[in-house]
């Protein structure tokens, strides 16, 4: 297998731990010091499910023999796709106490993106629940099992078929043996939003990660009294660090698992359970809004509300405290690093014109114009970065790797973003063709090589449309080769193509050309540019 590693220069990775923000522990050590110390205390509800962090440390523990006995060795890689549920914590530390490794995919995500995960990855085993929001999860795992040729297992939470069954797993087995894990080691594996194709891998370390969260618990409040709603999936990167899943372990606080986000689903379960904290992208953010103002459930539990993912916009934003009731925190960040965060004390022009400062002072951060020169303060550019918990490399691809990262280790973040008093920072877009739809990244590359498999078309760009829902849409501009295809026809076919529902065009335009240059040259983004200012001109936007 090609290791996976992360590492800093030696002088950057002693300064990290001679000023405590790299403390030397595991997360398979972290939940064992949490199980001892709030043995009874409520860790995770789901549903009908209430454990104990003492039963969470038990089941992980069962966990790991369950994956030690299948023959998986420390180091090896499992894919881990599932949804908000108990099992998810249980899963996911018997990973860490066996000293392997969880490659995070999300609950939408198909065959196209899961195969790709797994083989990026070189994982040995896969983890997917029955069935979700209809979908059978077990039919996927038999096709990326016959595309996969390391992947040696599944194990199936709920009906397992001919797979394993997650209910009985470890049942019986030896207690798996310490685990060999480092605190420099590589934790987990995130995933990139895809600025270019389908997404890089992203190799978290335990100290880096565990810096961001403990971080993350000071700045967010979270204690051992707070209630964490998990609204969105939580194997994205805002709902598992930010503080997060992780963040309540970390601070003995209670996980309550939300199967849906809509209100109709979170508002019970924030009377119920008493939730304090809860983080949701801004379409979410506006359809809490909506339905607070006829909400027969208390929400009085609720004291802040994180909105990150994607810019939530200053109207939006000031209505958050008069009609929730509770603090907006804004959160800006990346699963390669950087994370900034709005203060809960900040004045309330800050929490709602900014999307935060940066988590720790030894974030370093530029903002250069596309020449590489430095801007004044005020001013938009491109956001780099570097520090104790941003990534120096994706895993195993190098044209990435010199594309992202500067010879000094900043990362090219992507970002266009303005800095203002205090070092807060307020999003203006991005530089790159991707779009953000409701914190959902796309890569337009991605999707027009999906769209020029269609017989019926011959040239396609992809370009995001501001939209007041999502944030961003999708539009697809298709040069058609003989018949136009009907928009519907197109969507439709797209679906079938195993790529996760996110990806499908918002909208499609059919045109009979492209511009291109006297030599018949096009830059892409050049065209990118030009068909989405000629859409929002037709459409009447500035």
């Known amino acids: ?52 962090y003492a039963e969470l440390a038990a089941r992980a523990e069962q966990a790991a023999s369950g994956f030690v006995a299948l023959g998986l060795a420390p180091g090896d890689r499992v894919l881990v796709q599932l949804p908000n549920m108990a099992e998810f914590l249980s899963v996911v530390f018997g990973l860490f106490r066996a000293g392997l490794v969880p490659v995070f995919s999300l609950p939408a995500h198909r065959l ?54 997650f209910g009985s797993f470890g049942k019986g087995q030896p207690a798996a043996p310490p685990a060999p894990s480092k605190p420099t080691d590589v934790a987990l594996v995130q995933i990139s939003g895809g600025s270019t194709g389908l997404s890089k891998l992203i190799p978290r370390t335990h100290d880096d990660y565990l810096y961001s969260i403990r971080a993350s618990n000071a700045i967010c409040g979270l204690t051992e009294d707070s209630v964490y709603l998990a609204a969105l999936p939580v ?25 849906a986000p809509s209100p109709d689903v979170a508002f019970p379960l924030i009377e119920r359970e008493g939730v304090t904290i809860t983080g949701l992208v801004p379409p979410l953010a506006l359809l809490w809004l909506r339905a607070a103002a006829k909400a027969k459930h208390d929400l009085s539990s609720l004291q802040v509300l994180q909105v990150g993912g994607a810019k939530f916009m200053p109207e939006a934003a000031r209505r958050v405290r008069p009609e929730l009731g509770c603090t907006l925190q804004q959160v800006f960040g990346m699963a390669e690093g950087l994370v900034n965060y709005t203060r809960l004390d900040d004045p309330e022009e800050i929490i709602v014109e900014t999307q935060g400062r940066p988590i720790s002072e ?28 941003t990534i120096r490399g994706y895993h195993d691809d190098a044209a990435a790797n010199a594309r992202a990262f500067t010879e000094d280790g900043f990362y090219r973040t992507g970002d266009v973003v303005k800095r203002v008093a205090g070092g807060y920072l307020v999003v203006q877009g991005r530089a790159s063709d991707h779009i953000n739809r409701a914190g959902e990244k796309i890569s337009a590359e991605e999707i027009e090589d999906h769209l020029l498999a269609h017989p019926q078309v011959f040239d396609a ?26 928009a519907p026809e197109i969507k439709a076919w797209m679906r079938g193509r195993d790529i996760a529902a996110f990806k499908v065009p918002d ?36």
């Open 1 to 52: 297998m090609i290791p996976l590693r992360q590492e800093w220069p030696a002088q950057a990775a002693e300064r990290y731990r001679a000023r405590g923000l790299w403390q030397g522990q595991t997360f398979a050590e972290l939940l064992a010091e949490q199980a001892e110390r709030f043995a009874d205390r409520l860790a995770v509800v789901a549903g009908d499910q209430r454990w104990t």
């Open 112 to 165: 196209t993106e899961v195969t790709h995960f797994a083989r990026k990855s070189e994982a040995a085993a896969l983890v997917v629940c029955e069935r979700h929001e209809g979908f059978d999860y077990r039919d996927l795992a038999r096709a990326v099992q016959a595309e996969v040729p390391t992947l040696h297992h599944v194990v199936v939470v709920g009906e397992p078929d001919e797979f394993i069954g």
């Open 235 to 259: 194997a994205h990167n805002f709902p598992m660090s930010s503080p997060g899943i992780f963040g309540a372990i970390c601070a003995g606080a209670t996980i309550v698992m939300a199967p």
């Open 362 to 389: 030894d974030d370093e951060i530029l903002i250069l114009d596309d020449a590489g020169n430095p801007v004044p303060e005020g001013e938009a550019g491109n956001l780099l970065t570097r520090g104790p918990y």
């Open 461 to 486: 760009a992809v370009v995001s449309i501001p939209d007041q829902f999502l944030g961003e849409r999708s539009c697809a501009f298709i040069v058609p080769d003989g018949d136009p295809p009907k």
């Open 507 to 542: 909208q499609i335009v059919i045109v009979e050309s492209f511009a291109t240059t006297a030599v018949g040259k096009i830059s892409r983004k050049e065209l990118r540019a030009k068909l989405r200012a000629q859409l929002l001109e037709s459409e009447g936007k500035p």
